[in-house]
Structure formats: structure tokens, C-alpha cells
T-cell receptor, first 116, second 114 residues
Framework: AQKITQTQPGMFVQEKEAVTLDCTYDTSDPSYGLFWYKQPSSGEMIFLIYQGSYDQQNATEGRYSLNFQKARKSANLVISASQLGDSAMYFC?????????????FGGGTRLMVKP | DAMVIQNPRYQVTQFGKPVTLSCSQTLNHNVMYWYQQKSSQAPKLLFHYYDKDFNNEADTPDNFQSRRPNTSFCFLDIRSPGLGDAAMYLCATTADRGLDNEQFFGPGTRLTVL
């Protein structure tokens, strides 16, 4: 079974509008962390935001916020006021507490395209 | 600035000709990872080091080897590259086993196999 599912292979958003990128996850470990990374066409993976399974509040980092719904096992990324530079691949990833190697499991990614 | 550096950024090799990709970090992180990422796919973990302890993913081909001579450097050796090994190779580091420790990625090496 997929541990991380991103159901939107590609999305368009108008510049200055908000967009939500979906991510659902599957784990039986009560302790886990969820990450979002951005990957521009140049290739580097850029860390955006983190949510821990025990965090009471949704994470926010500037224009990025995470809509964490634990019961539904979803961790959607919300980007407010989209900019042309937001056009990139976005990956949701999970780390489980039982994993001694601190490894990340990535979803398949969503390609976001911002229209001027 | 502290960072993860990968050299070269672009590597072209011939079918069957060994190639080595390098990664260095100034973050003094314990854990280093090598990922393979093919076009429009998620990164796939090949192996990782926790300090000097090497951990191979079960489905990583024997054709891929790694060395970590010290904390700062890690190498990926592809002994006999095939056409299917053409991909972006990403190196990443993380501080320790904390759940919230993000992985810091290098810019990647794009490997072409002719």
C-alpha cells in the first residue's frame, strides 16, 4: 500500500490566488512527521514546512500552511498569494518514528503551474 | 553558508563505464543519503549512512555502491552504468534521529548514459 499519496499529478493556479495541494498518508505509528518539499526545474529539493503528529496546531511558514487533519490522515499544503516562482514540483513526505534511519517516504508529487 | 554540495552537476558516461558521483556537506550531519530520481517521479532512496554505519535499501541494485570516508564526504559509485541508470542523483543529510529533523538536499547530479 502507498504510504504517501498525492492525487493531483498537475495543477494550475492563477497568480495571486491560493492553492491547495493534497496529501494523504498511511501509518500505524503514532509518532510521525510530515514534510513538504518544493523542487524547481533546476532539481534541488527545498524544504518548505513540517508538521509533527503530536502538534496541536497547523504549521505555518510565511505563505505556506499545512492543513493537518489527523483523523483523515491528510496533510494538505496551502500556498497563499501564488507567485510565478512557485511553479515547481511539490512533494509530500513522511518520516515514521519507528524508523531508526530517519528515512523519508515521498509521494509521487504534484506539478504546480502558476499562470500570470 | 553551510550546505550540501554535489559534484559534478552534470555527468555523462558511456554504457558500462564506471562513474563516481560525490557529495560533501559542511553541516556536520551524522546521516547522509543517496537518492535516485527519474523524470517526473519521486526520489527513491538507494542507501544511507548513519555515521559510518552503511544501510542498503533491499531493492538497490548491486551495481550501486557507496563510500563515506569521513563525516563530510560521501560517494556514489556506479560500477557498470546501464541506460536505465540515467537519472538525477540527490544527496541529502540530516542531523540525527529527531523526528522533526528535515533533510537538506544538494543540487543533484544529472547522469546521462550514452
Amino acid at each position: 500500500a502507498q504510504k504517501i499519496t498525492q492525487t493531483q499529478p498537475g495543477m494550475f493556479v492563477q497568480e495571486k490566488e491560493a492553492v491547495t495541494l493534497d496529501c494523504t498518508y498511511d501509518t500505524s505509528d503514532p509518532s510521525y512527521g510530515l514534510f513538504w518539499y518544493k523542487q524547481p526545474s533546476s532539481g534541488e529539493m527545498i524544504f518548505l514546512i513540517y508538521q509533527g503528529s503530536y502538534d496541536q496546531q497547523n504549521a505555518t511558514e510565511g505563505r505556506y500552511s499545512l492543513n493537518f487533519q489527523k483523523a483523515r490522515k491528510s496533510a494538505n499544503l496551502v500556498i497563499s498569494a501564488s507567485q510565478l516562482g512557485d511553479s515547481a514540483m511539490y512533494f509530500c513526505a513522511m518520516r515514521e518514528g519507528k524508523d531508526a534511519g530517519n528515512m523519508l517516504t515521498f509521494g509521487g508529487g504534484t506539478r504546480l503551474m502558476v499562470k500570470p | 553558508d553551510a550546505m550540501v554540495i554535489q559534484n559534478p552537476r552534470y555527468q555523462v558516461t558511456q554504457f558500462g563505464k564506471p562513474v563516481t558521483l560525490s557529495c560533501s556537506q559542511t553541516l556536520n550531519h551524522n546521516v547522509m543519503y543517496w537518492y535516485q530520481q527519474k523524470s517526473s517521479q519521486a526520489p527513491k532512496l538507494l542507501f544511507h549512512y548513519y555515521d559510518k554505519d552503511f544501510n542498503n535499501e533491499a531493492d538497490t541494485p548491486d551495481n550501486f555502491q557507496s563510500r563515506r570516508p569521513n563525516t563530510s564526504f560521501c560517494f556514489l559509485d556506479i560500477r557498470s552504468p546501464g541506460l536505465g541508470d540515467a537519472a538525477m542523483y540527490l544527496c541529502a543529510t540530516t542531523a540525527d534521529r529527531g523526528l522533526d529533523n528535515e533533510q537538506f538536499f544538494g543540487p543533484g547530479t544529472r547522469l546521462t548514459v550514452l
